[in-house]
């Protein structure tokens, strides 16, 4: 295994193991409780652990290991998808399995594709699907747009939350990535307010280890992005039973108890011996009890960064996507023709009306993600772009 590990490998095999098993009986798989974040690293040391795969996949040197990322598709239609995967799965192999980064974006941008890879999978039985999702796609709301795609359906797994040991190693891992050695009173305040979020941690120690602001460590621009990208990640029936949670309300309803169940099993949440339920992240608790009461409201601050709610969120941006939202902004309510907006993108480089589409797409899906409405971008046809706020 040569990519960064970080984890110990016994808590990565064990992970691993559970896709190992739906992969030697042909058939696909969901695997839920995956950061988008932590994706990037737990399917590249998958593949490259090719001697533990050449241990437990039957007739490994016959089946070809493919990954795919949804978020990154050059196309929006079932026919491009069907070159794509014709292209980079190639001949010479009996089996193919399919790893799905970032499956979230299927059920909600490309239902086109998804119906093409439920059909795909139900006749070529030497092909498995592994789809890797951030949300729990078992909750009503999701699984009433995804119950005609058995697919996905086939195998549901529940990622296993890492325990207090992997946590300590990870943050070893992470000081010794950044040349620090953090004191240990601080340490253990890292461990205890960011949960078992790797991102949070590598965050707090990524800031310490370049300012050696213990004060601010919790509270500074990037830590406080990274929380609210946490509380966005939720669908809106798990926003509800978490304030309630917050608020110490516990008359929880049947669906209300079946997340619960998940974000046990998750670790999201502990229960005490009097049936109290408590959230296992101080620093998410602290971000609801600070903005939930305020509408997520955008706009510029002194320093020409760009702000929801007091929350700097100008590293979720790209440098050019920075540029437009400042125009738009300085434009709002107003139709900002499409010409401009090209030339905002990309200045005098060529560029079609596909590409400016896609980039407004990006754009639309970033703001949601940060707790924006999803008609903050309105299309006026054949015109432009209006940014209602």
């Not at 241990?55 to 070159?83: A, L, Q, S, T, W």
């Not at 990622?159 to 004191?183: A, Q, V």
Request: net charge positive.
């Amino acid at each position: 295994m040569t990519a960064p590990i970080g984890l110990p490998v016994p808590t990565l095999r064990n992970m691993f193991i559970s896709w190992i098993n739906v992969i030697n009986i042909n058939e696909s798989a969901s695997v839920l409780n995956i950061s988008k974040w932590s994706q990037t690293y737990r399917l590249e040391q998958f593949l490259q652990d090719k001697e533990f795969l050449a241990e437990n996949v039957r007739d490994y040197d016959n089946i070809g290991f493919v990954k795919i990322d949804p978020d990154y598709f050059p196309f929006d239609n079932f026919k491009g998808f069907d070159r794509y995967l014709k292209s980079i799965m190639g001949p010479g192999k009996k089996s193919y399995v399919i790893l799905v980064a970032n499956a979230d974006y299927l059920i909600t941008k490309y239902h086109d594709i998804l119906g093409y890879i439920n059909s795909y999978a139900i006749n070529n039985i030497n092909t498995s699907f592994i789809f890797f999702f951030e949300k729990n796609i078992t909750l009503p709301e999701i699984f009433r747009t995804i119950d005609s795609y058995p697919v996905l359906l086939q195998n549901i797994i529940t990622n296993p939350p890492y325990s207090s040991t992997d946590i300590d190693t990870f943050i070893k891992y992470k000081e010794r990535s950044f040349g620090s050695n953090l004191p240990a009173d601080l340490l253990k305040k890292i461990k205890h307010l960011c949960g078992n979020r790797l991102g949070l941690i590598t965050q707090a120690i990524r800031y310490y280890s370049l300012t050696r602001d213990e004060k601010n460590i919790f509270d500074h621009d990037e830590i406080n992005l990274k929380v609210k990208l946490i509380w966005e990640e939720f669908e809106t029936s798990e926003k509800k039973l978490l304030e309630k949670i917050v608020k110490k309300e516990y008359d929880f309803t049947a669906e209300e108890n079946d997340i619960i169940s998940h974000f046990l099993k998750t670790r999201l949440l502990e229960k005490s011996k009097k049936n109290i339920y408590k959230i296992t992240i101080p620093l998410l608790v602290r971000f609801m009890e600070k903005t939930l009461v305020k509408k997520a409201v955008i706009t510029v601050n002194f320093d020409k960064k760009i702000v929801i709610n007091d929350i700097v969120v100008d590293e979720f941006f790209s440098r050019r996507e920075r540029k437009l939202i400042r125009r738009l902004l300085a434009e709002k309510n107003r139709t900002v023709k499409r010409e401009l907006v090209g030339t905002i993108l990309w200045g005098d480089e060529p560029y079609t009306d596909w590409a400016l589409d896609q980039a407004i797409r990006r754009l639309r899906n970033k703001f949601f993600k940060l707790g924006l409405p999803k008609d903050i971008i309105a299309t006026r046809k054949n015109s432009g772009f209006v940014f209602n706020v």
